[in-house]
């Protein structure tokens, strides 16, 4: 592809000063109508805006690598927090709500119960956390070349994939101390891995929007996800939850569905709850759709104002 891009041989330039390692990084053709998009009052569409997003595809992706990079170079243990996060929740779980509480581990002991559901959620938190900063972590670069503005919260939600992975890894190797019951139910894995994506990203385009406008939320963003932890079926069970108000649930926290899904996957060893599933994966779409238009609505301004 051409290295010309909406704003000439500039932006080529800039993009490699700001990721010297991918300097073969590629931006649309001139053909490509994409400053069109943007041009006038009219604000874009959706499809367009993806669109947009896909020819710029080498951005995000340059964006999920420094992510990954710049997170565990300076990291003594590097990798190894993926491993340790989760490890020391589950502690705090056992001895709080395993050995006081008494909560039960569903037909499972409460260490395969809790970790099957912490490891899903610390890439629902640690996504949101990264994405809803991304814009203002990025402000520097945001000023001074054209890309378009979720770029860097696609990437940095991308970049906590590796995490999961490896949480899940835990998750399978831990099996014979924890007691999990693992079948052929794994094959539905990466379909909760995939709800599971949408979360973050439904989460983190209006409150990086919300963040550029509002520093304050930066700062609430973390109690906010810690009340969330507590919110989801993570340290108990959702059958906690009466029958008649599980709908809701679900529908008012996404979470719900795939997390639920995860630990009768990964614990217990019987297929997800396909209602709960199907009503979060419904409430994540909308909340996607809705919060990219609104984050497309007020991009104009995130240069000036960030």
Known sequence: ??????????????????????????????????????????????????????????????????????????????????????????????LFFGRVVKVSGGGTSYAAFALSALVPWQFIASGISFGANALVNDADLLRKVYFPREAPIFGAVLSVIPDLGIGLILVLLATPFTGAHLTWTLVFVPLLCLVLAIIPLAASLPLGAMNVYYRDFRYLLPFALQLGLFASPVAYPVTRISPNLRPWYALINPAVGPLEGFR???AVGTTPDWGLLGISTASALVLLLVGYKWFKSLEREFADVV
């Not at 490699?16 to 943007?38: A, I, K, L, N, W």
């Not at 990954?68 to 491993?83: D, E, S």
């Open 1 to 94: 592809m051409s290295e010309k891009g909406p704003e000439g041989s500039t932006q080529s330039l800039l993009l490699r000063d700001h990721y010297p390692d991918r300097g073969q990084m590629t931006t649309p053709t001139p053909q490509t109508p994409v400053e069109s998009v943007f041009d006038g009052k009219k604000r874009p569409t959706l499809l367009a805006a993806w669109r947009e997003l896909v020819l710029y595809k080498e951005v995000v992706w340059s964006f999920a690598v420094r992510g990954v990079r710049v997170r565990y170079k300076q990291a003594a243990l590097g990798v190894g927090w993926a491993v340790l996060q989760p490890l020391a929740f589950l502690t705090i779980f056992i």
């Open 264 to 266: 009768r996957v990964l």
